[in-house]
């Protein structure tokens, strides 16, 4: 039989065809006196324990004998190539396994002249392309490089004859004597200028663009996940509010969240920031006190049409605010925001391809200290109008923080 070490078997090797000594496949299976199977070499190897590893009942050699029924059942089983991870796709039963063990095209057995490593027959020539040890001398510098290196060399090498690429008369010169070496020292700090002004791009974006778009795709799947309450809550990527400032992050509950009466589970989508723990805490101030605008984007092609959705929360108005604005005890503060942002009916026309997006913007600065007394109904209706006059393309609601008085969920929010 083929060596146990080289099988692979095809849905692992059955328990009834195992020795309990080498837990190996049988070889020249002997069977006990107790009906349970050993390997003819396991069976006589001297300082064999004088009970059956299985059942330990004593052993009768006088009552022992060869298995040719399970020795044909052995050679029976389904097997694949040994060499299988090198490509090849051979199977059939163990008895026929040497056969082909012999004739494998795929058998590691030749070796690469240059680098000495071995590869399967079909493997080896591929491999003699690219070998690391394949040498090529340049014909101008007379330097000698890996072939699958002259190419790129040759792009560079100083003695290569060239003319002058902005045709100033300048012909058949070395390239160290050409201004082609001028052009690419120009062409590297054209880069490094480039880089420098995609940088202080990137700066401008976080710290005067929105801190967070979050796409929102899949939309139904995770709406259905959420309603069958396998997922009822997803998270953004973390962000930042402003440079070296608050980390934070945005959760969204698309079934909406909650489950008493007055929950939006089944009829809103809830939306919600929480503050995590940040590398700046120690340099900011405590509580947080900066207004937070959550968005639902209108996706409409014509940018004049679009409406979007906004709620604004005013972090001065939570109540019993110390575990959603406090600097962070643990990994993370309780999430505040709109439990009710708007109706799941009202969501679908801000949904466009099975995907929504979500705007997060956190004002830089601190919100003024100003008195919370309550407004008449006359002075509320003045400032909604202006701030719709002023920003037409937003709808604006009254500020109504989601508070842990409200729902639980507000401010126990699952991670």
Same mark, same amino acid.
């Given at each position: 039989?083929?060596?146990?070490?080289?099988?692979?078997?095809?849905?692992?090797?059955?328990?009834?065809?195992?020795?309990?000594?080498?837990?190996?496949?049988?070889?020249?299976?002997?069977?006990?006196?107790?009906?349970?199977?050993?390997?003819?070499?396991?069976?006589?190897?001297?300082?064999?324990?004088?009970?059956?590893?299985?059942?330990?009942?004593?052993?009768?050699?006088?009552?022992?004998?060869?298995?040719?029924?399970?020795?044909?059942?052995?050679?029976?089983?389904?097997?694949?190539?040994?060499?299988?991870?090198?490509?090849?796709?051979?199977?059939?039963?163990?008895?026929?396994?040497?056969?082909?063990?012999?004739?494998?095209?795929?058998?590691?057995?030749?070796? =690469?002249?240059? !680098?000495?490593?071995?590869?399967?027959?079909? #493997? @080896? $020539? *591929? /491999?003699?392309?690219? &070998?690391?040890?394949?040498?090529?001398? =340049?014909?101008? !510098?007379?330097?000698?490089?890996?072939?699958? #290196? @002259? $190419? *790129? /060399?040759?792009?560079? &090498?100083?003695?290569?004859?060239?003319? =002058?690429?902005?045709?100033?008369?300048?012909?058949?010169?070395?390239?160290? $004597?050409?201004?082609?070496?001028?052009?690419?020292?120009?062409?590297?700090?054209?880069?490094?200028?480039?880089?420098?002004?995609?940088?202080?791009?990137?700066?401008?974006?976080?710290?005067?663009?929105?801190?967070?778009?979050?796409?929102?795709?899949?939309?139904?799947?995770?709406?259905?996940?959420?309603?069958?309450?396998?997922?009822?809550?997803?998270?953004?990527?973390?962000?930042?509010?402003?440079?070296?400032?608050?980390?934070?992050?945005?959760?969204?509950?698309?079934?909406?969240?909650?489950?008493?009466?007055?929950?939006?589970?089944?009829?809103?989508?809830?939306?919600?920031?929480?503050?995590?723990?940040?590398?700046?805490?120690?340099?900011?101030?405590?509580?947080?006190?900066?207004?937070?605008?959550?968005?639902?984007?209108?996706?409409?092609?014509?940018?004049?049409?679009?409406?979007?959705?906004?709620?604004?929360?005013?972090?001065?108005?939570?109540?019993?605010?110390?575990?959603?604005?406090?600097?962070?005890?643990?990994?993370?503060?309780?999430?505040?925001?709109?439990?009710?942002?708007?109706?799941?009916?009202?969501?679908?026309?801000?949904?466009?391809?099975?995907?929504?997006?979500?705007?997060?913007?956190?004002?830089?600065?601190?919100?003024?200290?100003?008195?919370?007394?309550?407004?008449?109904?006359?002075?509320?209706?003045?400032?909604?109008?202006?701030?719709?006059?002023?920003?037409?393309?937003?709808?604006?609601?009254?500020?109504?923080?989601?508070?842990?008085?409200?729902?639980?969920?507000?401010?126990?929010?699952?991670?």
């Amino acid at each position: 039989m083929t060596s146990v070490q080289s099988v692979m078997f095809k849905g692992g090797l059955p328990a009834d065809c195992t020795c309990p000594i080498c837990e190996q496949a049988l070889r020249d299976p002997i069977k006990l006196n107790c009906d349970h199977h050993y390997c003819r070499q396991c069976f006589e190897k001297e300082g064999r324990a004088p009970e059956c590893a299985q059942c330990q009942t004593i052993i009768q050699p006088e009552l022992c004998q060869h298995d040719r029924a399970k020795h044909k059942q052995i050679l029976a089983l389904p097997v694949v190539c040994t060499f299988e991870s090198s490509g090849c796709q051979w199977s059939g039963q163990l008895g026929t396994l040497h056969d082909h063990l012999s004739e494998c095209t795929f058998k590691s057995s030749l070796k =690469c002249e240059k !680098c000495g490593r071995q590869f399967a027959k079909n #493997d @080896l $020539e *591929r /491999h003699r392309e690219k &070998c690391d040890l394949n040498r090529a001398v =340049c014909s101008y !510098c007379n330097k000698t490089i890996r072939d699958s #290196d @002259l $190419e *790129r /060399h040759l792009k560079t &090498c100083p003695e290569v004859i060239v003319s =002058c690429p902005f045709q100033c008369g300048l012909s058949d010169r070395p390239r160290h $004597e050409g201004t082609y070496e001028l052009m690419e020292r120009d062409m590297g700090s054209f880069n490094d200028r480039q880089s420098r002004i995609l940088s202080a791009a990137d700066t401008c974006t976080e710290m005067f663009g929105p801190q967070l778009i979050w796409k929102i795709d899949k939309l139904q799947q995770r709406t259905n996940e959420a309603k069958s309450g396998a997922d009822t809550t997803i998270f953004s990527t973390p962000f930042m509010s402003h440079r070296f400032g608050y980390k934070m992050m945005a959760c969204a509950c698309l079934f909406g969240d909650g489950s008493s009466w007055f929950s939006s589970a089944g009829k809103s989508i809830s939306l919600y920031v929480l503050i995590l723990k940040g590398e700046f805490d120690p340099t900011l101030e405590w509580p947080f006190n900066r207004s937070i605008k959550i968005s639902l984007l209108d996706q409409n092609p014509r940018p004049e049409e679009r409406v979007n959705i906004t709620y604004v929360i005013d972090p001065r108005k939570l109540k019993a605010n110390e575990k959603f604005l406090a600097r962070p005890r643990g990994e993370r503060n309780a999430a505040f925001g709109s439990q009710s942002f708007c109706s799941l009916a009202i969501l679908q026309n801000y949904v466009k391809d099975d995907t929504i997006y979500v705007r997060i913007d956190v004002d830089r600065c601190e919100t003024l200290p100003i008195s919370l007394k309550a407004r008449d109904a006359k002075e509320r209706k003045q400032t909604l109008e202006s701030l719709r006059l002023k920003t037409p393309d937003v709808r604006v609601h009254q500020v109504r923080p989601v508070t842990g008085q409200s729902t639980s969920s507000s401010a126990e929010l699952r991670v």
